[in-house]
């Protein structure tokens, strides 16, 4: 059995910060790679960020340079450093795990529930 539970998100003014964390339950095996994605209302759910098996790490345009994905394989949690957050980044944001070597961008395995970040202008 595989659960995703996120937390950390909220309502934040713009230019400001918060950090998504994700702790993953996977008891048979080790994911390949773990992201983030985010659905506004009303969109597709988009690619975020991704890292995996050897630290690599992946950022859709919009939010590189400012957004930072992390992997704690000991404590098997995830993090999303979001720092000068803009209107634009309001959305439902869900972790999500691949098991195998893929894609990095779409195809995952397993998915949280999401956590709403709201950014106020």
């Known amino acids: 059995q595989v659960q995703l539970v996120e937390s950390g998100g909220g309502l934040m003014q713009a230019g400001g910060s918060l950090r998504l964390s994700c702790a993953i339950s996977?008891?048979?095996?080790?994911?390949?790679?773990t992201g983030w994605f985010r659905q506004a209302p009303g969109k597709e759910r988009d690619f975020v960020a991704a890292?995996?098996?050897?630290?690599?790490?992946s950022y859709a345009e919009s939010v590189k340079g400012r957004f930072v994905i992390s992997r704690d394989y000991a404590k098997n949690m995830v993090y999303l450093q979001m720092n000068s957050l803009k209107p634009e980044d309001t959305a439902v944001y869900y972790c999500?795990?691949?098991?195998?070597?893929?894609?990095?961008?779409?195809?995952?395995?397993?998915w949280g529930h999401g956590t709403q970040v709201t950014v106020s202008s």
């Open positions: 999500a795990v691949r098991r195998l070597p893929g894609p990095i961008s779409y195809n995952y395995d397993y």
């Open positions: 890292t995996w098996i050897g630290d690599r790490t």
């Open positions: 996977t008891r048979t095996f080790n994911p390949y790679a």
